[in-house]
């Protein structure tokens, strides 16, 4: 599938621009729309939704941001919880950066590389690098990445807009796209203790956020996600 | 709170995102990214973000609120079974999600 072989850094750009337009680039679209037309109806304005998609540049730690904004959550329950919804960003890059290491000397551009990943731009990093020569990788990274920047840019304006220009029956589906979207990446999810996470998580967030709309969320990530991680270790003795 | 007030919290926000990136190529080919450590903090990520798609569903804020429960609920299951039934495919399963609840939504309108 990816025995194709470049022979210059431009064929190579070229290449990961091309296997974005495949599936990602849409993907990424559809999913931004969703989060435009969030943003829209929590109070954002069109600057700030589309800064936070091309900066934050990760969907879950963004959906989060609008939420609690809209919910009115104190500033650090905001940066906390909009941290805490990205920190996959951490192993993501380590696991990453080693590919690029031989090919790109300056680390400099390193930092600029692990802004650009997010989960899609990531996978591909993951799948197609290892089979391209190492001065190539980082070409075919930034040509995939910027074409699924520029996709989720275009669908944050658009859902932002298409948020009050149609029916608010149409609004609300597309704000509903954000959790059916993720419930679907989660339902994909097939290591233990990441299926243990996500079931305790979604039984214990509606419940603390009764207890408060401000905390409920942080707590359900930390209390939970330390709860699953024991479950986890406790089945790993018994069964490895 | 005004725009600025906004537009610092944005601020922070992306800062916030972006010390994982940086840390993460500060620490990448020193550690471990299968170690326990990772596995720690991927629970707590998984958890949260369940616990926010979940509450969005069950108890959402905003205009969610005003539609029944049972076509939020309903409408996912029928997402994640596209999804499924359909090679795993991401866009024709949120995509489904989304109509079965636009249908489900028109039609109480009409009613």
């Known amino acids: ?240 | 709170m005004d725009e600025i007030g906004l537009w610092l919290l944005l601020i922070l926000a992306i800062g916030a995102t972006y010390v994982w990136r940086g840390l993460g190529v500060v620490i990448s080919g020193r550690i471990n990214p299968e170690g326990e450590a990772f596995k720690v903090v991927s629970c707590i990520a998984y958890a949260l973000l369940a616990g926010l798609i979940s509450r969005m569903i069950v108890l959402p804020a905003g205009t969610l609120a005003e539609t029944p429960v049972f076509d939020r609920v309903f409408s996912t299951i029928v997402g994640v079974g596209v999804f499924f039934l359909f090679k795993r495919n991401v866009l024709l399963g949120t995509f489904s999600g989304v109509a079965v609840f636009f249908v489900l939504s028109v039609m109480r309108a009409g009613s």
């Open chain 1, 1 to 240: 599938m990816h025995s194709k072989t470049y022979r210059t850094p431009g064929a190579a750009s070229a290449g990961g621009v091309r296997d974005a337009f495949k599936v990602s680039a849409w993907v990424i679209f559809a999913s931004m729309m969703g989060f435009g037309s969030l943003a829209r109806v929590s109070g954002l304005t069109l600057g700030v939704s589309m800064v936070s998609s091309g900066a934050i540049w990760g969907l879950p730690g963004q959906i989060a941001f609008a939420e609690l904004y809209a919910t009115g959550a104190p500033v650090l329950a905001i940066v906390l919880a909009v941290s805490l919804a990205n920190v996959r960003f951490l192993p993501m890059i380590v696991a990453m950066m080693p590919l690029f290491g031989e090919g790109v000397k300056n680390r400099a551009w390193h930092y600029v590389l692990a802004q650009l990943a997010s989960v899609n731009t990531w996978a591909a990093a993951m799948r197609v690098c290892p089979h391209l020569p190492h001065e190539l990788r980082a070409p075919y990274y930034v040509g995939f990445s910027i074409v699924c920047l520029l996709s989720g840019l275009a669908g944050t304006a658009t859902g932002f807009v298409l948020a009050v220009e149609l029916p608010p029956v149409v609004t609300l589906s597309l704000v509903f796209l954000n959790p059916v979207y993720f419930t679907i990446v989660f339902a994909d999810v097939r290591h233990r203790s990441g299926v243990i996470a996500l079931l305790i998580g979604a039984v214990g967030g509606p419940l603390f956020y009764q207890v408060s709309t401000d905390w409920g969320l942080l707590a359900t990530g930390g209390i939970g996600g330390a709860l699953a991680y024991f479950v986890d270790r406790i089945l790993r003795r018994r069964h490895g």
